[in-house]
């Protein structure tokens, strides 16, 4: 029987923990962090995303603005709106809801959020800045990720970590944190031959491709430690992971469920990035 990381659970306590950190601000009659989120169109899962971004600001003691647009909104205006953010020194975390319609060049709106204000991590300065081991504000999900692994797995070092998935957002980052961590890090993608040889020998092996049941008890390792980051829905009109979860649960060590498990420490992460921004635009030392 594996142990279940909840990530609801270690979600719930480092949240509580930051809002230890703002209620000290209050009472110091400091300025309060605040993020704003964009939402442009009325997506279902983007609402779900929102709302519950909103709720742990609320919970943490963050001050939250949803600025909301009409799908048919041209570039130059939402762009715009960026900038002024940029320019608000009220505004300490700037986050544009993905993914945004079509006519709308989603690189272009990341590039222009300002670096220090980027709590996404998705800027190519701050995504430069993981590179070279640089601080910068790093993408949630993989700090989400690490944070769940960190839970059981202090020391990371030595440990062959295999990620299945390169994206941007997701399995690029992570595979940076882990190499810091000093992990012997292998990245698979749909090109690699033979996922099974590779996945088996990974001391610690997360699945971010969103093919519910890619990852099965014959590719994994005994003792593992496994985080599912995959989501997608079904005809069950179910979120499933990558990791058939019954099958694998009895022979690895650690497993992460799908849903309460790397969703809700995204969102930590999020808050988390929040609170950094905040910080170091009021020491004004930058990123
Ligand atoms: P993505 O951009 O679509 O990337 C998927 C990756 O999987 C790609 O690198 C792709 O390889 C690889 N891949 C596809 N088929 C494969 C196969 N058969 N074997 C090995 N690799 C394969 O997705 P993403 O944004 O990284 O997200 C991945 C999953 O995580 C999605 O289900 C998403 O919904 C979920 N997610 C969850 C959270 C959360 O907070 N819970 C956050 C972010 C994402 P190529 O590069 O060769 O195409």
């Not at 993914?99 to 690189?107: A, E, F, G, L, N």
């Not at 990245?187 to 590779?198: A, E, Q, R, V």
């Amino acid at each position: 029987m594996a142990n279940i990381l909840w990530g609801n659970v270690l979600a719930e306590k480092i949240k509580d923990k930051l809002k230890e950190e703002v209620t000290l601000l209050v009472e110091q009659a400091k300025r309060l962090p605040k993020l704003v989120v964009i939402l442009v169109g009325k997506d279902p899962a983007s609402e779900v995303y929102v709302a519950n971004k909103q709720k742990a600001c609320l919970k943490v003691g963050i001050l939250t603005e949803i600025i909301r647009y009409d799908e048919k909104i041209v570039e130059h205006d939402l762009i715009s709106k960026i900038e002024e953010l940029n320019y608000d020194d009220s505004v300490d975390g700037i986050l544009v809801q993905m993914p945004v319609p079509k006519h709308i060049d989603s690189d272009k709106v990341i590039n222009t959020i300002l670096v220090e204000k980027d709590v996404d991590g998705l800027n190519p300065m701050n995504v430069g800045l993981l590179q070279i081991r640089k601080p910068c504000l790093i993408p949630c999900t993989p700090l989400g990720i690490l944070e769940l692994i960190k839970s059981v797995e202090p020391n990371i070092a030595g440990k062959n970590a295999v990620i299945v998935g390169r994206s941007n957002l997701v399995g690029l980052p992570t595979a940076q944190l882990l190499l810091q961590e000093n992990a012997t890090v292998t990245i698979c993608h749909s090109y690699t031959n033979d996922l099974k040889s590779l996945t088996r020998q990974a001391d610690i092996l997360i699945a971010a491709v969103g093919q519910p049941g890619l990852i099965t008890k014959d590719h994994v390792k005994p003792h593992a430690i496994i985080i599912d980051v995959g989501t997608k829905k079904q005809a069950d009109g179910k979120l499933h992971g990558d990791v058939l979860f019954d099958e694998v649960e009895p022979i690895v060590d650690h497993i992460t469920p799908m849903p309460k498990g790397v969703g809700p420490m995204t969102i930590a992460m999020l808050m988390k990035n929040t609170l950094k921004a905040y910080y170091q635009r009021e020491s004004k030392d930058g990123i």
